[in-house]
Structures are given as structure tokens and as C-alpha cells.
């Protein structure tokens, strides 16, 4: 059995080598390395991120949503998954749940890039 110590670096490894995957655009290997550095560590939060965003791309908008929902959940400042959960709603067609989680990634992240379009999109009514 892995020790803790060895086992976040086995899934710090996967999540890395699932963020190159996705780099080059090969999201079959970025999904699949990204779910197993959730499976070794279920408070993977940037693994979680990566495996919606490649789930997003394949059309599974409702379980991309549960997974950026359950780093939501441990951790409420998460920018990114903030931002991309608002991406999900305005795709399933619910602007006003995305609207909030706009709002609350232009607080969060107020530098990022992406801050100023949250800030409009969360006031559209």
C-alpha cells in the first residue's frame, strides 16, 4: 500500500500529466488521467476541475456540474471552479443560477482575467 506521502504524489503526477493531455488536446488521456488522480484523492480539487472541464467537452454537462458542486462544497473560494460551474449553467440553459457563482468569481478572483465578463454576466438579468 501507498503511504499518504507517496500517494499525493502519484496523484499530483496523474493530475499533471492530465493538464499536458488536455494541453494538446487529447481529452480522451486527459480524462482519464485526471479520474484517476480523483480516485486516489477525492479532495483533488484542480483534478475535479480538470475532469468536468473534459466531461463538459464531451457533453455530460449534469455530471461535470455535480463534480465542480462537490469542490464548491470543501472549498467555496475556488475561482476556477466557480467560473466554470457559471459556464455550465448558462450551457444548460439557467442563467439565473449561473448569474451568483459569477458574482462570487468576480469577488473571489477579482484579477483574473475572466473577472470583468463575470461581473457583467452576473448583473444580466
Request: with cysteine; hydrophobic share 50%; glycine share 4%.
Amino acid at each position: 500500500a501507498l503511504r499518504a506521502p507517496d500517494m499525493q504524489l502519484q496523484q499530483q503526477a496523474y493530475y499533471n500529466l492530465g493538464r499536458l493531455a488536455w494541453d494538446r488536446g487529447d481529452l480522451d488521456r486527459a480524462a482519464q488521467l485526471s479520474r484517476h488522480a480523483v480516485e486516489l484523492d477525492a479532495s483533488a480539487s484542480d483534478a475535479k476541475v480538470l475532469l468536468a472541464l473534459c466531461l463538459e467537452r464531451q457533453g455530460r454537462l449534469d455530471e461535470a456540474a455535480r463534480l465542480l458542486e462537490s469542490v464548491l462544497a470543501a472549498l467555496p473560494w475556488h475561482a476556477e471552479a466557480l467560473f466554470n460551474l457559471g459556464r455550465l449553467e448558462l450551457l444548460r440553459g439557467r442563467p439565473a443560477a449561473a448569474r451568483p457563482l459569477f458574482a462570487r468569481f468576480a469577488r473571489t478572483a477579482p484579477d483574473d482575467p475572466d473577472a470583468l465578463e463575470a461581473s457583467a454576466l452576473s448583473a444580466e438579468k
